[in-house]
């Protein structure tokens, strides 16, 4: 059975003062042994929270990079900055770099291929907007993007797949167990079809969309949910912990 990954992303929220106190908290609790943590800072915070999870099981991350090493794109993140700070992860794709900054499926497999070859994993994001599952897209768009981020990557190895529907992120509404794990299902059929069954059942695909303390356990009883991606309940350590501490029969 894979190892649930519980990710934390705190998008534009702590500064190093607050994201160090957050990672000394996380540090003292007791955390399970058989799930996976990650928090993904700001980049200012990532070298204070760094220094105080460095020797824990607790990983680092990060919620974006270019996919250029480095030359005149000034503002922009590195992901050679990222692997000297000790980030394990980066966060691709995601709804909210679409959406703000539009970025493109060409944009993030690009970012994709550049983490890879610094050995750092990706978390690469998936969704729909509402409009497009109220007619009946969202598969059509899952294939879309997902095709195009994976486009000439011959191993998804390192890969984690965040399914994160546009629709349920920040707006309290959340995919029921059922509607993720279709998807889940679709995308899992996809790698099997490009990757074959081994890689199929090795890939951890991530829930992400205002998953809280009050559905994670109902999340996490789906055999196609192999861990979630949590924005504002990651914030506060008391919701992050008891979504760390989701019910073990989940895991049955």
Known sequence: ????????????????????????????????????????????????????????????GAQNMHWETKGAFTGEISGEFLQDLGCEYVILGHSERRQYFYETDEII????????????????????????????????????????????IEHINAITIAYEPVWAIGTGKTATPKQASEVHKFIRTMIKDKYGENASQDTRILYGGSVTPENIDDLMTENEIDGVLVGGASLKIDSFLRIINFKRTALQ
């Open 1 to 60: 059975m894979k190892i649930p990954l519980i990710a934390g992303n705190w998008k534009m929220n702590k500064t190093p003062t607050q994201a160090a106190e957050f990672a000394e908290l996380l540090k003292q609790a007791k955390l399970p042994e058989n799930v996976e943590v990650l928090i993904c800072p700001p980049f200012t915070a990532l070298s204070a929270v760094k220094k105080i999870i460095n020797g824990t099981p607790i990983k680092l």
């Open 109 to 152: 497999n690009k970012k994709i291929q550049t983490a890879l070859k610094l050995n750092i994993k990706p978390i690469f994001c998936v969704g729909e907007l509402l409009s497009e599952r109220e007619t009946d897209k969202t598969f059509d768009v899952i294939k879309k993007q997902l095709s195009s981020g994976l486009n000439n």
